[in-house]
């Protein structure tokens, strides 16, 4: 049975590893979870913070549209051709494979020519507004790590908006604005990610640089991710230490590059014009070629392998961990709180495994089995493990670990690391176990700072 479960992994490694495509400037460590070493007391386990690889994660996603009927073809129609008004003959026929336009076309495989698209209906309806949800889902949290880039192959949308949701659909919130002009769309003053900085990095910004119109070549639009990342590793990534600190000590900087859907809102599509010509209703319509979502599953740092299995992604914890994002303790091992693993110390991390329920450890040779550390450290006969013993031993390895591997987000704490008492230290405004969050009437500016 071991061997077929290993057999199992070792091909579902093959087959991920052909699709990957690797980002090593982006990422490369945590690649595992666990070896074997040697010391006195034999062979041990010796564990390891560990993340899967980032790939591309478009083959995952159900797609959903709003309305559901906004695909063009049904009943045929014409339109015209990007960047020419005047050539108005082409045909979106759903019920001809070579002339439909399915949603899947912005997931499959470019590079061909003419590219393969999804297009919507045309503002047959003007003035009401022609507008289209497009949602992706992953039912499981993942982890950006590459910018989102959406390619059009009709003119960039005057209006859009990008949003994600961490709860799987039931809350959104902005993750960026396009239009060609902010102050008119949004009430906003338009922004590039290039004005934000370490500190102003989670803002939520409107950008008017991806939505220049209908006659230009231009035909894509980025979330950028990699130049958020740069405020903290540098314009070419090198200094990853740096970035893997600040995501682990803050969980708002964690927490703004995952999610489990993205929507894209498109509002309003390309006219080029000031006033849209209500005869040419041809003219106007989204059409996507392409959508890229590079990212990795989120396991808490306890897995390498993320399994897809009846289309669903599931983490292969490690670390006596279990649940779909490795958010949990397995049975018989809550022997402290769960926790995620740390990226620091650089370059292998703290695995903060899960150790044997207090239970468990009745049975003496299961527990020095699974927690060879403990008897090491504290029990020179583990044969004569007593319950009473038992629990002393484990609570003064949990603080111990607890000391060496507690960081504290250095902007909000007094020090860097927590006190004698395994608590951060957090300076005034400022709260959360790590000090990364604001006491009310204060706002993150480096650090917390009085409104
Ligand atoms: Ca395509």
Not at 243 to 259: A, E, P, S
Not at 267 to 290: K, M, Q, T, W
Request: aromatic letters at 10%; charged letters at 20%; a neutral charge.
């Amino acid at each position: 049975m071991y061997l077929s479960r290993f057999l199992s992994i070792h091909a579902l490694w093959v087959t991920v590893s052909s699709v990957m495509q690797p980002y090593p400037l982006v990422w490369g460590h945590y690649d595992v979870c666990k070896t074997q070493i040697y010391t006195e007391e034999g062979k041990v386990w010796d564990y390891m913070a560990c993340q899967p690889e980032s790939t591309d994660m478009t083959k995952y996603l159900k797609v959903k549209l709003d309305p559901p009927d906004i695909t063009c073809g049904d009943p045929p129609e014409t339109f015209c051709a990007m960047g020419n008004p005047y050539m108005c003959n082409n045909e979106c026929d759903a019920s001809t494979p070579e002339l439909a336009h399915p949603p899947e076309l912005m997931f499959d495989f470019e590079g061909r020519h003419p590219s393969t698209f999804w297009q919507s209906a045309t503002w047959k309806d003007y003035p009401k507004p022609l507008q289209v949800n497009i949602t992706l889902s992953w039912s499981k949290t993942i982890e950006l790590t590459d910018n989102i880039v959406i390619t059009f192959e009709s003119g960039r949308p005057d209006q859009m908006i990008l949003e994600k949701s961490l709860d799987y659909g039931r809350t959104w919130q902005p993750y960026q604005y396009y239009a060609t002009d902010c102050l008119d769309a949004f009430h906003m003053d338009p922004k590039s990610v290039k004005d934000l900085s370490q500190h102003t990095v989670l803002e939520i910004i409107c950008t008017e640089e991806y939505s220049t119109g209908y006659m230009t070549n231009s035909k894509i639009i980025h979330f950028e991710i990699k130049d958020r990342f740069a405020f903290f590793a540098g314009p070419w990534l090198r200094n990853m230490a740096s970035l893997y600190g600040q995501l682990d000590t803050t969980k708002k900087l964690r927490d703004f590059f995952t999610v489990t859907d993205l929507r894209i809102r498109l509002l309003r599509p390309a006219v080029g014009e000031i006033f849209v010509s209500e005869p040419h209703s041809a003219r106007y319509f989204y059409a996507i070629s392409d959508i890229k979502v590079h990212g990795r599953c989120k396991c808490n740092l306890h897995a390498t392998v993320c399994v897809y299995d009846n289309s669903k992604l599931t983490c292969e914890c490690e670390h006596n961990t279990t649940g779909p994002d490795c958010g949990k303790c397995k049975k018989n091992y809550q022997g402290r709180p769960w926790s995620p693993g740390s990226y620091l110390p650089i370059p292998k991390g703290t695995a903060n495994t899960c150790i044997p329920s207090i239970s468990s450890i009745g049975n003496p040779s299961k527990f020095n089995r699974i927690w060879p550390n403990i008897s090491s450290l504290e029990v020179s006969n583990p044969k004569q493990v007593a319950p009473k013993i038992a629990l002393s031993t484990v609570s003064s390895v949990q603080v111990a670990n607890h000391k060496r591997d507690c960081y504290c987000n250095p902007l909000g704490s007094v020090h860097d690391r927590c006190n004698g008492s395994g608590f951060c230290e957090c300076k005034t405004g400022t709260t959360g176990p790590k000090c990364d969050e604001c006491l009310p009437g204060n706002s993150w500016h480096s650090g917390c700072q009085r409104k």
